[in-house]
């Protein structure tokens, strides 16, 4: 069984910034997945520092309205990976699922945090590059032309152990095939 994992799509994220593309991806996606009855799973980071903009309980650490009303299962974490001191894998095996799709934000922490853990608790991990979102840059980094998404997707596919694919390509790949 698959599921998709929409990874931290809250007020405090994405406000930051202009995500019109990759709420449109991920919200083709989630449709895509309801439509197969398979699980979409949010997860959503919870702060306990009031200066963060992912505070609990604060506006900010709100499901965006943009999606907020597709969370059927919604996973509270307070860390980058969404495995860590969180029920997302016993929801997993709950569900028998043993591979996971990633969207979300941010592509180059909870993202790719999650899709690394996910692996070495032995699940099939697909991580759908153009579909995952950043609020930083290659000045956040200082350095110049870093084009973050495309960056970590390519470690990702470089391991040979997470598959890694643009929107396009996942269409090409899984919507033909109904298995998604």
């Given at each position: 069984m698959?599921?998709?994992?929409?990874?931290?799509v809250?007020?405090?994220i994405?406000?930051?910034g202009?995500?019109?593309?990759?709420?449109?991806?991920?919200?083709n996606?989630?449709k895509?997945?309801k439509e197969?009855n398979m699980?979409v799973?949010f997860m959503?980071?919870?702060?306990?520092?009031e200066?963060?903009?992912?505070?609990k309980?604060?506006i900010?650490?709100?499901?965006?309205?943009s999606l907020?009303?597709y969370a059927e299962?919604?996973?509270?974490?307070?860390?980058p990976?969404?495995f860590?001191?969180?029920?997302?894998?016993?929801?997993l095996?709950?569900?028998?699922?043993?591979?996971?799709?990633i969207t979300?934000f941010?592509?180059?922490f909870c993202?790719?945090?999650t899709?690394?853990a996910?692996?070495d608790r032995g699940?099939t991990?697909?991580?759908?590059e153009?579909?995952?979102g950043?609020?930083?840059?290659d000045e956040?980094?200082?350095?110049?032309?870093?084009?973050?998404?495309?960056?970590v997707g390519t470690?990702l596919?470089?391991?040979n152990?997470?598959?890694?694919?643009?929107?396009e390509?996942y269409?090409?790949e899984?919507?033909?095939?109904?298995i998604?």
């Open positions: 698959k599921a998709l994992l929409v990874i931290d809250q007020n405090g994405v406000n930051l202009d995500f019109e593309e990759e709420l449109s991806l991920m919200e996606i989630i895509d997945f197969a699980p799973i959503k980071h919870l702060d306990d520092e200066e963060s903009g992912l505070y309980n604060s900010g650490s709100e499901l965006h309205n907020k009303d299962y919604v996973i509270e974490k307070q860390t990976s969404s860590y001191n969180t029920e997302l894998q016993g929801t095996e709950k569900l028998g699922v043993d591979h996971v799709f979300g941010n592509t180059e993202c790719l945090f899709a690394i996910a692996f699940y991990v697909t991580f759908i153009n579909a995952t950043t609020v930083n840059t956040t980094y200082e350095m110049p032309g870093l084009d973050i998404k495309d960056f470690v596919h470089w391991s152990a997470i598959e890694v694919l643009a929107y390509e269409v090409e899984y919507k033909p095939k109904n998604i």
